[in-house]
């Protein structure tokens, strides 16, 4: 980091103190928002062959159903903004292969991960492992430290609970 000598020297105005991130132009926050996706775009891509049979609908019902921690019908069809008709085919497919087990509760049934479905995650996750590792060593020149802050800063955008709402 450039000391204050040598902003001056380059003519540059001094940092602000203790400036926000909030306070960086729309520009350079777009900037930071399209590597995040990109990152993330990336990431999903590396693991598309691991979620091999899975069709890109039953990818999202699995995915939903993950975050969700245990979800009825209901609520699947809702956050996935779609018809309980039109996911019944790739879920009633999901529960048969094991990746998903259906639990009678009252009306609805709850929907968790089965052995298949923690399986695969589990495969997913050292897939995208495999990758963060690639991507590091194909520059060298960040540390630990810097991995670190990432993951620090990360966690500090999407807060304690998830992202803001």
């Not at 939903?64 to 019908?73: D, H, L, P």
């Not at 069809?77 to 259906?102: E, F, H, K, N």
């Amino acid at each position: 980091m450039p000391n204050d000598d040598e902003i001056a020297e380059a003519g540059l105005p001094p940092p602000e103190e203790n400036a926000h991130g909030a306070d960086l132009p729309d520009k350079t926050l777009a900037h930071l928002v399209n590597a995040v996706l990109a990152l993330a775009e990336d990431l999903h891509e590396a693991s598309i062959p691991w979620w091999d049979p899975l069709t890109g609908l039953q990818v999202l019902l699995f995915t939903t159903i993950v975050r969700g921690g245990g979800v009825t019908r209901t609520d699947l069809g809702r956050d996935c903004r779609t018809s309980r008709g039109a996911i019944s085919p790739g879920l009633a497919s999901l529960v048969r292969q094991g990746y998903v087990t259906d639990t009678p509760a009252g009306v609805d049934s709850v929907l968790t991960l089965g052995p298949a479905g923690r399986d695969l995650l589990e495969r997913i996750g050292h897939a995208r492992v495999s990758w963060i590792r690639h991507a590091l060593r194909a520059h060298p020149h960040l540390s630990a430290d810097d991995a670190q802050r990432l993951i620090d800063a990360v966690e500090h955008l999407r807060g304690s609970d998830g992202p803001p709402r």
